[in-house]
């Protein structure tokens, strides 16, 4: 059984650095994409960030490239998301997810995605 368990969120003032990290269990952790999404209130959930099964590839979503960085630990099985400069329109749930078609966000309904840790800036 597959799990995927975000961790590392919370409360922060505008121009503050937060390091969000993401577990995973039950497949082979270095053989998928991996990828951070986000849900900012009243709105769909969005791609943020992801980095290919080998490491090698990175996509970033406009609004946070510069500020962000995507890394993974083969082992650790871990997932990284460090956010820097954090503005208060980063405030969101932030989804880690196993992206097993279509690079960079892979689909909605085939991902799998952990529960979400939260993230609130402060202005």
């Known amino acids: 059984q597959v799990q995927v368990v975000e961790s590392g969120g919370g409360l922060v003032q505008a121009g503050g650095s937060l390091r969000l990290s993401c577990t995973v269990s039950?497949?082979?952790?270095?053989?998928?994409?991996l990828g951070w999404f986000r849900q900012r209130p009243g709105k769909e959930r969005e791609g943020v960030s992801s980095i290919s099964a080998s490491g090698l590839r990175l996509a970033y979503a406009d609004s946070v490239q510069g500020r962000f960085t995507i890394s993974r630990d083969k082992g650790k099985s871990t997932l990284y998301l460090q956010m820097n400069n954090l503005k208060p329109e980063d405030t969101a749930i932030y989804y880690c997810?196993?992206?097993?078609?279509?690079?960079?966000?892979?689909?909605?309904?085939?991902?799998?995605w952990g529960q979400g840790t939260q993230v609130t800036v402060s202005s």
């Open positions: 039950g497949l082979t952790f270095d053989a998928y994409d």
């Open positions: 997810a196993v992206i097993r078609v279509k690079w960079p966000w892979g689909l909605e309904a085939d991902n799998y």
